[in-house]
C-alpha cells in the first residue's frame, strides 16, 4: 500500500490481486514490479496462508464499517467437494463451503517425490563411514520404514530373533509404536495400540527384518552405541557435544543429503527410499497391493497404488510393451 500510495479504504480487489501476483500467484495482467526481488516466490502454502490473512484483515475492517464493499467481494462460497465432505462432521449434508477469491488456483504437484537413482543406495551405504549411517540406510531400504518411524523406536521395540517373547511373529521383527514425548520429539504416524508386558513389548504395528537389517543393527551397537545413553532409543548422535543424545529426524535427512552431495548423487531423502521398497514388494508380487500394503504399514491399498506404486523401467514387461509399441521385434 505505501509502495501504490494507497490506504485501506481505497484498496480494491484488483490490488489486492496484484499484491498476490507480486509474491508469487498466478495473475493475468501486469501487475508492476515483483517483490522479493532475488528470491524465490512463496510457495503454495505461503499463498494461501497470505491470501487467508488478507481476506481475514478485510473482513474485520468491514465489522468496523470500513470499505463493506471489499468485504463483502471477499466473502464468497464454493461448492464442497469431496475431499471437505470427508474432513467435515456431516459432510454429506454440507451445500456449500466458504471461499477465498484471493487464493490462487492450487498448483498440480508431483505424485510423489523423485525416487533415487538407479544403484544411489548401494552407492550411498558404501561410501558411508559410520555403522550408524550404514544401519540407517538399510533399515530405510529394506523395511520401508517412515524417518519419523525410525527414530522413534526403542532398543525394547526391537525383537531381532527368531520367537520372540511377544508371540505375535515367529520371525525376527519390529514393533513400531506411536509415543507422544520421544526425547527427539519424533512420532510414528500410525496409532494403533500397544504395551509393555513383563518387559517384553507387544502390539503397535509389526515390521519384518530382513538379515542385512540384523546385521547392520548388531554391527552398529557393538562398534558405535555409546555405554553412557540411557535413554533407550535406537539411533543417537555419535559426536559433538550432544554425543548419545537422540538422533532426530532432520538429523537423518541432513546426513543423507550431504551423503548425496559429496557422491555425486544429486538431491537424495529418507522418503525416496519407502518408494524403492514399496515399488520392489510389488514387482516381487505381480503388483498385488494387500501385500505392499501390509509389508509397508499403509493405511490403504489404494495408497501404495495411486502414490507409492511405480513401474519398475528396466522391467522385461515395460520393455517389451515398448518394443511392440515401437514396432520391434
Known sequence: MEFEGLSPESV????????????GAEYAGPYGRPWREGKKPYSQSSLDSAAA?????YRFQGTQGIHQELAAMSDRSRLPTKADRR????????????????????????????MLADGARETLIGGLQWARNRMIMTWLGDGGFRVG?????????????????????TSPHVHICHREFNPNRS????????AVEGGVVTGGQIRRASPAMIHTYFEYLTMEYPASATHGMLLVQLKGHRRGEPLSPAG??????RAGRRLGLGRTNPHGLRHE????????????????????????????????GHTDLHSPVFMAALDQVWGES
Not at 490473512?53 to 484483515?57: A, H, T
Not at 537423518?252 to 543429503?257: A, D, L, P, S
Open 149 to 169: 518411524e525410525l527414530c522413534g523406536l526403542h532398543l525394547v521395540d526391537l525383537h531381532l530373533r527368531e520367537g520372540a517373547d511377544c508371540g505375535e511373529c
Open 12 to 23: 480494491s480487489m484488483q490490488h489486492l490481486e496484484r499484491y498476490m501476483a507480486a509474491v
Open 252 to 257: 537423518v535427512r541432513q546426513m543423507m543429503g
Open 277 to 308: 521398497f514399496a515399488t520392489a514388494v510389488l514387482d516381487a508380487t505381480n503388483g498385488n497391493m494387500v501385500i505392499a500394503r501390509d509389508a509397508g504399514g499403509w493405511a490403504s491399498a489404494k495408497t501404495v497404488e495411486e502414490t507409492y
Open 187 to 194: 512420532r510414528a504416524k500410525i496409532k494403533e495400540p500397544w
Open 87 to 114: 474432513r467435515m462432521f456431516l459432510g454429506h449434508v454440507a451445500q456449500e463451503v466458504p471461499a477465498n477469491p484471493l487464493r490462487p488456483t492450487r498448483r498440480v504437484r508431483r505424485r510423489h517425490p523423485k
Open 53 to 57: 490473512c488478507l481476506k481475514g484483515f
